[in-house]
């Protein structure tokens, strides 16, 4: 039996993608959460949670970006002018947040160090926002003539993609709140605690509000969920509605988790709510892909058509089995080595 090599790298591109939603979303949500911080000394615990993985994060947004170039070259030469702005406004908002990482600690005036503060959680909303927005613009779908680009500038910049680009900053500070759940204690875990539920409910919202709006994108979308505004195809609904469900119970368990008291007597532990928001968040995922499938540039070219060739992709693949393990195996590492609750001094840069 032939290898549907294509597929296969879909897949590996789906997972990078879903790894650095999840490993940098967290760190880029703890990063907004610090424009409330009441305190420095609350600010450099809350930054001392992601200061020892934040940069091994941003790698599986390489590895998308990467394998996208390698194993897509028509999707990558389609998505890249259709992107720009956004993509640069992204960029420059995860550069300048990696500055300001190591500035905010070493600033001694005040004013330059309510800067650099600015700067970080500044820059983690307009990563976050400008993610949002791209994926707004590739469900809303891109214009192609001639298997090149051949919209606008700002063909991406519409209510839609502005709905997902506040979704995904929701999200993420979701994602957020439960990393600080699970790496603090005391009054900051409080705090993080009601930050999850009132993200978990905006979350909740979202997801309906998106749900709804992706159906009046393209025909296709709701054909292939066996759902409209006005009818449901039971045939076609019934056997993908685990997913939509599976999210809607993990919002409800997440909720529960969230509202109980730390570390009680029959209460829920403090890693568990980090991985309820994993789920909600693969939930969504899959239910994307499942709208978008079979296209990588919706809804113009499909996997098949924008790969390239064989002998490319099975050399490559043969080098991403190789790697691929070693990345997470070196992730897992580093997540186990700084496991465990941040105490107030902690952090590389405290003195």
């Known amino acids: 039996m032939a290898i549907d090599l294509p597929l296969i790298w879909a897949l590996i591109l789906a997972v990078g993608v879903m790894m650095y939603v999840l490993l940098d979303g967290f760190d880029l949500g703890v990063g907004m959460f610090?424009?409330?911080?009441?305190?420095?000394?609350?600010?450099?615990?809350?930054?001392?949670?992601?200061?020892?993985?934040?940069d091994g994060n941003e790698t599986w947004l390489i590895i998308g970006g990467g394998g996208l170039f390698a194993a897509f070259p028509t999707a990558y030469a389609i998505i890249m002018p259709?992107?720009?702005?956004?993509?640069?406004?992204?960029?420059?908002?995860?550069?300048?947040?990696?500055?300001?990482?190591?500035?905010?600690?070493?600033?001694?005036?005040?004013?330059?160090?309510?800067?650099?503060?600015?700067?970080?959680?500044?820059?983690?909303?307009t990563a976050a926002f400008s993610q949002g927005i791209m994926l707004g613009g590739m469900v809303q779908g891109i214009q192609v003539e001639g298997g090149a680009f051949a919209g606008g500038a700002f063909d991406w910049l519409t209510p839609f993609s502005l709905l997902t680009g506040i979704s995904v900053v929701i999200g993420y500070m979701l994602l957020?709140?439960?990393?600080?759940?699970?790496?603090?204690?005391?009054?900051?875990?409080?705090?993080?605690?009601?930050?999850?539920?009132?993200?978990?409910?905006?979350?909740?919202?979202?997801?309906?509000?998106?749900?709804?709006?992706?159906?009046?994108?393209?025909?296709?979308?709701?054909?292939?969920?066996?759902?409209?505004?006005t009818e449901i195809n039971p045939a076609r609904f019934l056997p993908l509605a685990p997913v939509p469900l599976a999210g809607m119970a993990l919002v409800l368990w997440l909720w529960r988790d969230l509202s109980m008291k730390q570390n009680k007597v029959g209460g829920a532990p403090d890693w568990r709510p980090f991985l309820l928001a994993a789920g909600i968040f693969l939930s969504g995922y899959i239910g994307l892909g499942v709208s978008l499938y079979p296209f990588i540039v919706p809804y113009e070219v499909s996997i098949w058509e924008a790969a390239a060739r064989?002998?490319?992709?099975?050399?490559?693949?043969?080098?991403?089995?190789?790697?691929?393990?070693?990345?997470?195996?070196?992730?897992?590492y580093v997540y186990s080595l700084f496991w465990g609750k941040v105490k107030p001094g902690d952090g590389y840069h405290a003195h």
């Not at 960029?91 to 005040?110: D, N, P, S, T």
């Not at 005391?186 to 749900?211: E, H, N, P, T, Y």
């Open 34 to 54: 610090t424009a409330v911080a009441e305190s420095e000394e609350e600010r450099n615990m809350m930054t001392a949670t992601v200061e020892p993985v934040w």
């Open 82 to 125: 259709a992107f720009y702005l956004p993509v640069l406004i992204m960029l420059a908002a995860l550069i300048f947040r990696g500055v300001a990482f190591e500035f905010r600690h070493k600033a001694v005036r005040r004013p330059t160090r309510l800067f650099w503060n600015g700067a970080f959680y500044g820059g983690s909303f």
């Open 176 to 229: 957020g709140a439960c990393w600080l759940v699970l790496k603090t204690e005391g009054a900051l875990q409080a705090k993080a605690r009601k930050w999850g539920r009132m993200a978990l409910a905006g979350v909740a919202i979202c997801f309906l509000a998106v749900s709804f709006a992706t159906l009046s994108v393209d025909p296709s979308i709701g054909d292939r969920w066996g759902f409209s505004m």
């Open 310 to 332: 064989n002998n490319a992709l099975m050399l490559m693949l043969v080098g991403a089995l190789v790697m691929l393990p070693i990345i997470l195996a070196y992730t897992a």
